[in-house]
């Protein structure tokens, strides 16, 4: 069965750092997506970034990257240059060809704190 | 500006009662969800839709119905609501590609007493 774990509940972070989220995934397909999203405060959900399976080049998008470990079904996000407004909750989500429904399986998420 | 929006955004109801919370999206999008949120964790699906007149069952649809109208508007019905399901619901669309990310809602909160 599909399943997305975030083990890390909580991070804090001091203003224009570099922090890594940790995010394992497990899956019987050879071609699926993941995906990062936020939850601000508000509890406003965003989409951030995605990584496609079968790409071996890790995605970017701004200060947004991703450590694609495939043999570790690994998939950390990366937030360079961190800034106050960059707290918030990261959900990590999985759609593979097993959900033949379209739908994302979450994590848990990690809460993300930046200090100044 | 293509948006999902949701109503009611906070709704309190009484156990037995029934709910129906709304969804509108601009977004010309063919997939429609609703999600629940319990504190601390993540999202989980309820009921989909990929063309209006039709719903799918998500990963825990019982006690709920969903109703899909028109491409636009999305529902999600409490026809006996239970103490059990005070959380926050998402709706949330899509294209139809596979790799295409969810535009989620503003989120309501319901509490049943």
């Known amino acids: 069965a599909q399943k997305v774990t975030q083990t890390q509940t909580s991070i804090s972070v001091v203003e224009k750092t570099t922090v890594t989220m940790d995010c394992v995934y497990e899956t019987r397909d050879s071609s699926y997506f993941l995906f990062w999203y936020k939850q601000t405060a508000s509890g406003e959900i965003v989409f951030l970034i995605r990584q496609d399976s079968y790409k071996k080049e890790n995605a970017t998008v701004g200060h947004y990257s991703l450590n694609f470990q495939k043999p570790k079904s690994s998939i950390g996000l990366i937030i360079t240059a961190t800034q106050i407004e960059d707290s918030a909750v990261y959900f990590c989500?999985?759609?593979?060809?097993?959900?033949?429904?379209?739908?994302?399986?979450f994590g848990s998420g990690t809460q993300l704190t930046v200090m100044p | 500006e293509a948006a999902v929006t949701q109503s009611p955004r906070s709704k309190v109801a009484v156990t037995g009662g029934k709910v129906t919370l709304s969804c509108h999206q601009t977004?010309?999008?063919?997939?429609m969800y609703w999600y629940r949120q319990d504190t601390g964790h993540g999202l989980r699906l309820i009921h989909y839709?990929?063309?209006?007149?039709?719903?799918e069952k998500g990963d825990i649809p019982d006690g709920y119905k969903a109703s899909r109208p028109s491409q636009e508007n999305f529902s999600l019905i409490l026809e006996l609501a239970s103490l059990s399901q005070t959380a926050v619901y998402f709706c949330?669309?899509?294209?139809?590609?596979?790799?295409?990310?969810?535009?989620f809602g503003p989120g309501t909160r319901l509490t049943v007493l």
């Open positions: 839709s990929y063309v209006a007149d039709s719903t």
């Open positions: 977004n010309n999008h063919d997939y």
């Open positions: 949330a669309s899509s294209e139809r590609d596979r790799y295409a990310e969810q535009f």
């Open positions: 989500a999985m759609r593979d060809r097993s959900s033949g429904s379209w739908q994302l399986i």
